[in-house]
């Protein structure tokens, strides 16, 4: 290791520099100045989102987000640094972090067409019109109402607000948060997917327990609807059997 990069990880908190030194050979670590603006962004969305509502942040669009965040003092604009962190997040290629996944998502602007999406009840979560909102239907009559929505769309600003927690929960490790949540730009729920669970099992519908369930079992046998990511996928990302691939 050279003498900048270990004097940049003793600058950080004990918990991340020990991650970072464990993990130098392989893993790809955000820097202490990048880690601050990432708290800072993560601030600033949990802001934007408890004033547009939980339902609406999975549709808005990144110029709403700069909009609201410019005219309302409870959000605060947001500042060059921390656009040019969010744009990097979007554009870069995440290659270097093993996530293999192809680009839904080509315009960090892009905006849901509200007249195509349908909310479902008692969820706060919307699914597109047509073959999404369709199959999620099919799946509830022949699984059984057990089975819940556990997310729909998300466009960019909430698949981002996502990402950064992520990679904040994985104290600033690129790497380790991008295998398990798909970058901003790479996200099916933009465009297509959906999750779901079983009902009052919380975080676990969101782990490999998933799998375990009856639900999940009975959901295996429907031809008309496939699994994202499977265990030991092209894409490098985590075994997700909650995540429903529209086909």
């Known amino acids: 290791m050279n003498r900048r990069k270990f004097l940049t990880y003793l600058s950080l908190t004990p918990v991340i520099t020990s991650k970072l030194l464990a993990n130098d050979d392989s893993d790809v670590y955000l820097t202490h100045e990048e880690f601050k603006v990432l708290l800072d962004v993560h601030k600033r969305l949990k802001k934007l989102k408890k004033h547009v509502g939980f339902a609406h942040f999975n549709l808005i669009s990144f110029d709403k987000a700069l909009f609201f965040a410019r005219n309302y003092s409870s959000i605060g604009a947001f500042t060059k640094q921390e656009i040019a962190f969010i744009e990097r997040l979007f554009y870069e290629d995440p290659i270097k972090y093993g996530f293999y996944g192809m680009k839904t998502c080509f315009n960090i602007t892009h905006e849901i067409d509200t007249t195509m999406v349908k909310k479902v009840p008692h969820t706060g979560h919307y699914l597109f019109k047509g073959k999404s909102e369709a199959d999620y239907k099919r799946i509830i009559s022949d699984v059984g109402d057990t089975l819940v929505l556990t997310s729909g769309i998300r466009n ?92």
């Open 156 to 247: 960019v600003v909430k698949q981002l607000s996502l990402y950064i927690a992520k990679i904040y929960s994985c104290k600033g490790n690129m790497t380790k948060a991008t295998i398990q949540l798909a970058p901003p730009a790479y996200s099916y729920h933009t465009i297509s997917d959906f999750d779901v669970g079983r009902k009052d099992w919380g975080y676990k519908n969101f782990t490999a327990d998933f799998a375990t369930t009856a639900e999940f079992r009975r959901m295996k046998k429907l031809p008309y609807i496939g699994m994202r990511y499977t265990r030991n996928n092209k894409d490098g990302v985590r075994f997700e059997p909650w995540h429903v691939e529209v086909i």
